[in-house]
T-cell receptor
Framework: NAGVTQTPKFRILKIGQSMTLQCTQDMNHNYMYWYRQDPGMGLKLIYYSVGAGITDKGEVPNGYNVSRSTTEDFPLRLELAAPSQTSVYFC???????????FGQGTRLTVV | GQQLNQSPQSMFIQEGEDVSMNCTSSSIFNTWLWYKQDPGEGPVLLIALYKAGELTSNGRLTAQFGITRKDSFLNISASIPSDVGIYFCKTGGSQGNLIFGKGTKLSVKP
């Protein structure tokens, strides 16, 4: 079972570049989430989605954009990368009515 | 917004020692979950609690859902080196806005 798949696993960006972090899940979960985790710190919610076509801001949305055109995919876009966005990004999903979150393996992003 | 206060922030213990950590909130929740994050990995569910007062074990791990529904505790008995990682408490917020505690980083000295 694939679960939640994130790509790429690692990426180095230059300041001002843009990129899209991909996340896909094959469990037909309604809810999907993007978190960032800075070194030694907890998980901060960037954006979440309760279903296709619906997205909402989390705790730290500035500098990011998301879309949810299908149930399976929830890409996270960085338009103008900044050093402060150096972090590990985790995508997660939960089923409708459930609270257990299933996480991807993470994307380690460095902005130089 | 809703917040979970998780403590301690970090722990350095000797192999074989028991570990206790907890999460508290000013809000009432219907579920409490505990996750573990191994270094370089995403968090994975350890124990889920769905009823106030519930005490649930998973091997050497025991978690309790507080009677007030505002807190939860996780205990690890006889720690081993592979217990190293970050432990997160989690509960459900409104409209799918999942709330995590800030984590307890556990280091185990052989």
């Amino acid at each position: 079972n694939a679960g939640v798949t994130q790509t790429p696993k690692f990426r180095i960006l230059k300041i001002g570049q843009s990129m899209t972090l991909q996340c896909t899940q094959d469990m037909n979960h309604n809810y999907m989430y993007w978190y960032r985790q800075d070194p030694g710190m907890g998980l901060k919610l960037i954006y979440y989605s309760v279903g296709a076509g619906i997205t909402d801001k989390g705790e730290v949305p500035n500098g990011y954009n998301v879309s949810r055109s299908t149930t399976e995919d929830f890409p996270l876009r960085l338009e103008l990368a900044a050093p402060s966005q150096t972090s590990v990004y985790f995508c997660a999903s939960t089923p409708l009515g459930g609270t257990e979150a299933f996480f991807g393996q993470g994307t380690r992003l460095t902005v130089v | 917004g809703q917040q979970l206060n998780q403590s301690p922030q970090s722990m350095f213990i000797q192999e074989g020692e028991d570990v206790s950590m907890n999460c508290t909130s000013s809000s009432i929740f219907n579920t409490w979950l505990w996750y573990k994050q191994d270094p370089g990995e995403g968090p994975v569910l350890l124990i889920a609690l769905y009823k106030a007062g519930e005490l649930t074990s998973n091997g050497r791990l025991t978690a309790q859902f507080g009677i007030t529904r505002k807190d939860s505790f996780l205990n690890i008995s006889a720690s081993i080196p592979s217990d190293v990682g970050i432990y997160f408490c989690k509960t459900g917020g409104s409209q799918g806005n999942l709330i995590f505690g800030k984590g307890t980083k556990l280091s185990v000295k052989p």
